[in-house]
């Protein structure tokens, strides 16, 4: 079981992130579990909501998932690239990211299959990581991270926007 990071390996707004994973919690299982629990939410979902927004300027449930796509795909790369080298990546701008992305043209269907397929390949990579790499570091967005931290971050960021939408979409 992949140890949990010491906050000393991310920077302090990824706590939100980190501590959405429970203590003791395997991430592992903890990823491939919510991979059929988030697919199964948002294909579950009935045509009325795929475009609801909470308010004004607030995301619709469509770019909402697009977001986790997008976030997952840049916390995997980053996971990918300090796993074989310490390395400086650019910051990620989530608004601009789904400002330039019509997800809302897009079928809830499509963006949710996007998001198993996507989560599966981050998967194998992730499952491939030994103790060795899990520690090796980066920096990205002028934050210093481990792969250890990126994991665990990328479980809790789907956790924090699934909570999100049950507590103000659904």
Not at 47 to 73: F, P, Q, S
């Amino acid at each position: 079981m992949i140890q949990r990071p010491q906050p000393n390996q991310y920077p302090v707004f990824a706590g939100t992130y980190v501590n959405m994973v429970p203590e003791g919690a395997d991430v592992m299982q903890l990823l491939t579990d919510s991979l059929t629990h988030a697919y199964d939410l948002f294909t579950s979902l009935p045509e009325d909501k795929h475009l609801y927004a909470y308010a004004d300027g607030k995301w619709t449930v469509k770019e909402v998932l697009g977001h986790i796509i997008d976030t997952e795909r840049v916390f995997a790369f980053r996971a990918f690239c300090f796993s074989r080298e310490q390395i400086v990546l650019p910051g990620f701008d989530q608004d601009i990211y789904v400002n330039n992305t019509d997800y809302n043209s897009r079928s809830l269907a499509e963006l949710a299959e996007e998001f198993r397929v996507t989560r599966q390949s981050n998967l194998y990579v992730f499952r491939n990581l030994t103790e060795e790499p899990l520690n090796r570091s980066g920096t990205a967005s002028g934050n210093y991270l481990t792969v250890r931290a990126l994991l665990f971050m990328t479980a809790g960021h789907e956790l924090h926007h699934l909570r999100i939408l049950k507590e103000r979409y659904l």
